[in-house]
């Protein structure tokens, strides 16, 4: 390739918003936020509580509609498309409060989001067994979910993740309220998926853990982008340290 051409590539963006708002009443949780998610990368997303993190995930992956602005993932328009359209679009998920079914079997609770998979039960049952153990609960999987503590119960929404292998992982607060050695494994498993190719939008409050990790960072404010860059230029940037210091 020529330096001419490569001067000019674009970049490859698997994630963009533009102008996306998202109204509760006379709330603007998410007010006119741009942002851009490179393939392969790690986009951090930080705030105080209530400064948007999570609603701004939800209008991603469908679970609320936006009142305006778009969300393009894969260069394909997939604003306000329901959250199974999405997910079956390569977008996996985990939550802030963990959705896992309580009175089902670890192996249950990966093989129902695949209800409606070509595949046969044994080929589920053994990916489900493998993603188990990629989170260390291979021994659990007969346990039911509510046998969990609140740390495997993230740990059970990656597994979840893992097994329908999507391309773009939104992880909300993975690790809130984790102990340090369920952490590490949870920071392990997000660099060895990224290194095979998946991105991230990663929130949390953590910010050692989200420095460490993301490739570029983006700072909520009242549901405003109050400032976007690299780990460096994000500590060090004003308006950041204010919105912080001023909670
Ligand atoms: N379903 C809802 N109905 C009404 N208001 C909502 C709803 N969901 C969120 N909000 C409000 O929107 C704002 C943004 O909330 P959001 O949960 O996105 O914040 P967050 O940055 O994820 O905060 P936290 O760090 O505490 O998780 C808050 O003022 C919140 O109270
Ligand atoms: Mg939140």
């Given at each position: ?99 896992i079914f309580h009175r089902m079997t670890l192996i249950d609770n990966l093989m129902v ?29 007969y346990n039911h979910g509510e046998e ?8 059970l ?91």
């Amino acid at each position: 390739m020529s330096a001419a051409t490569a001067a000019t590539a674009p970049t490859d963006v698997i994630l963009s918003t533009g102008g996306l708002v998202k109204r509760f009443g006379g709330l603007v949780a998410v007010d006119n936020v741009a942002l851009t998610l490179e393939r392969g990368s790690v986009l951090g997303m930080i705030g105080i509580n209530g400064a948007g993190k999570t609603t701004v995930m939800n209008c991603v992956n469908g679970i609320y509609k936006s009142d305006a602005g778009s969300v393009v993932f894969n260069g394909v328009d997939i604003t306000n498309r329901t959250p199974h359209a999405i997910a079956k679009s390569g977008v996996g998920r985990t939550f802030q409060v963990p959705r896992i079914f309580h009175r089902m079997t670890l192996i249950d609770n990966l093989m129902v989001t695949e209800l409606d998979s070509a595949d046969s039960d044994a080929v589920l049952t053994e990916r489900a067994e493998q993603a188990l153990a990629r989170v260390d609960m291979f021994d659990l999987r007969y346990n039911h979910g509510e046998e969990l503590s609140g740390g495997q119960q993230k740990l059970l929404e990656l597994a979840r993740v893992m097994m329908f292998d999507p391309e773009l992982i939104l992880l909300d607060e993975p690790f809130a309220g984790v102990n340090p050695s369920l952490c590490r494994l949870f920071i392990e498993r997000i660099r060895e998926l990224q290194r095979g190719g998946k991105s991230f939008l990663l929130v949390s409050h953590d910010l050692t853990s989200i420095y460490k990790l993301s490739n570029r960072i983006i700072v909520l404010n009242q549901g405003q982008v109050i400032a976007e860059g690299g780990v460096d230029d994000i500590k060090s940037d004003p308006a950041v340290i204010e919105a912080y210091l001023g909670q």
